[in-house]
């Protein structure tokens, strides 16, 4: 690649990314979820085989053989392989695909798949065709359209040379003579224990409800194992299947009629018949059902299997399995949330106070700045946007402010009358009540002080009695003074 043009290719990537141009921000980006999933798989194959098969075992049962032979370190073992009946049909089957093309009769490629998919586009127009693939099509234009496909000519399938259940008889027969089954041999003992997964009741014991999330999360993990031509061609399949069944109103073809169709061509070993598979066969027709209804989901990995590749390849710790990643969020780091949250309160209580005080210091200066000032209608102004918002901290809300005077009381007539008969004593009596301090608790040291000093319990009787004379002789003496200056004013 010539250098400008290299150049040119930089600046147009750092554009997109940076997103100068305004008429690409308003469109959304598109960031594909699997992409460290993907780049995993096709870096290191073996890590990311080995991330999936542990997470497959952590939700199926897979004695040793079996797990070999899913890891394909083994050939699999597949029910009657040895029988003759299985003899003649692999020896009919040999004969077929001695004159084999590119297309029918050979290993799955993506040149195989580009030509199947122009079939799987035509059938997406005409899924209203009663008994589509149940209906068989004219074997002689069946037999051009193959002819067609396999020398890699372009088909014009909608020029209304052929019809619908010609192209829908000649998918099923060119998954028919793939060499294994779309989803491949060595997942066939996998694909028996999935559909053995059932729901727990409260007692611990298996239901006969099938358990769909773990059913959904083993497929997840399965087809991420699956070669890269057979889930492409499996995921254009299942799309055009749950297509047709979502129409099963006009073409009568409902999700369970087309796993009878097709779960002999998608999950059945080669070379075996009904007899071979006996009770497990209802098990294959309903797994292939169970596909077709939630296809929709299939082909997207599990969160912790996204999340262990992002960690991958971002440095972090990478979690082998969805246990792992459940320990992060296990009662003991649940416990510890709370510390954390005070930690952040005390942090931002701390921080809080900081800034409170920065800003009181800045109002003081603010309001000395403004107080110095000269006299002006400007000053006055700021004074009084100062004195509007009274929770401001200024060097005026310093100053203690003066208590409030206590409020009067009327002076009744009965009041005054007691006044001038009983005297000042009574006036006396009321203050030194209010004034009175309550009384304080006193810790032992200073009950012992009290007692040294001397307290009103310990004080003599003589004393008492001097003070009590001496109190009525000064009372007498104030009445005495107050009535000779009423009979003067009278």
């Given amino acids: 690649m010539p250098l400008q043009k290299l150049s040119a290719l930089i600046e147009a990537i750092c554009n997109l990314v940076i997103c100068n141009d305004s008429s690409l921000r308003s469109q959304p980006i598109i960031f594909n979820p699997d992409f460290f999933v993907e780049k995993l798989r096709h870096e290191k194959p073996e890590v990311f085989t080995e991330l999936v098969v542990s997470n497959i075992t952590r939700l199926i049962d897979l004695p040793g053989a ?41 290993p799955l490629t993506e040149e195989g798949i580009a030509q199947v998919s122009q079939l799987i586009e035509y059938l997406h127009k005409n899924l209203r065709a009663e008994g589509l693939f149940r209906v068989p099509g004219n074997s002689i234009r069946q037999q051009i359209l193959k002819d067609a496909l396999n020398s890699g000519t372009d088909i014009d399938l ?8 010609d192209v829908a008889t000649l998918l099923k027969m060119f998954l028919g003579e793939l060499p294994e089954p779309l989803l491949t041999h060595k997942h066939f003992h996998a694909h028996l224990k999935i559909a053995d997964l059932m729901l727990f009741d409260e007692k611990g014991n298996k239901t006969s409800t099938p358990d769909k999330e773990r059913q959904i999360e083993a497929l997840q993990l399965l087809f991420l194992i699956l070669p890269a031509p057979n889930r492409s061609l499996l995921k254009l399949l299942l799309d055009l299947l749950y297509q047709t069944a979502k ?21 059945w070993p080669r070379n075996v018949t009904a007899n071979d598979l006996q009770e497990n066969i209802t098990k294959l027709n309903n797994g292939v059902t169970f596909m077709i209804k939630h296809s929709q989901k299939l082909f997207k990995a599990p969160a912790y299997i996204r999340e262990c590749a992002r960690l991958h390849y971002l440095g972090s710790r990478a979690h082998t399995s969805k246990d792992d990643l459940d320990l992060l969020t296990s009662p003991g780091s649940k416990e510890l949330q709370p510390l954390k949250s005070q930690k952040r309160s005390r942090l931002d209580s701390c921080h809080q106070e900081e800034t409170q005080q920065r800003t009181e210091e800045a109002l003081r200066e603010l309001f000395r700045h403004v107080h110095n000032m000269p006299d002006s209608a400007k000053k006055k102004k700021l004074i009084r946007q100062f004195n509007k918002h009274p929770s401001a901290l200024t060097p005026s809300s310093d100053v203690a402010t003066p208590p409030a005077p206590r409020r009067a009381r009327s002076r009744s007539f009965s009041g005054l009358i007691k006044r001038k008969v009983l005297g000042t004593p009574v006036i006396q009596e009321r203050k030194s009540r209010d004034t009175t301090p309550e009384p304080k608790r006193v810790s032992k040291e200073n009950v012992h002080l009290l007692q040294k000093c001397g307290s009103p319990a310990h004080m003599s009787q ?20 107050l009535l000779s200056k009423d009979s003067s004013s009278l």
Wanted: with cysteine.
């Fill in 158 to 165: 909608d020029s209304g040379e052929f019809h619908s259940n």
């Fill in 247 to 267: 129409k099963q109103d006009k073409n009568k073809m409902s999700a369970h009629n087309l796993a009878l169709m097709f779960a002999p061509h998608i999950l």
């Fill in 66 to 106: 079996e797990l070999a032979q899913l890891m394909g370190e083994e050939d699999p073992k597949l029910p009657g392989a040895n029988s003759t009946a299985s003899g003649f049909f692999r020896s009919l089957m040999s004969l077929k695909r001695k004159e084999k093309g590119v297309v029918f009769g050979s």
């Fill in 462 to 481: 003589g004393k008492l009695k001097s003070l009590e004379g001496q109190k009525e002789e000064s009372c007498r003496r104030m009445r005495a003074h």
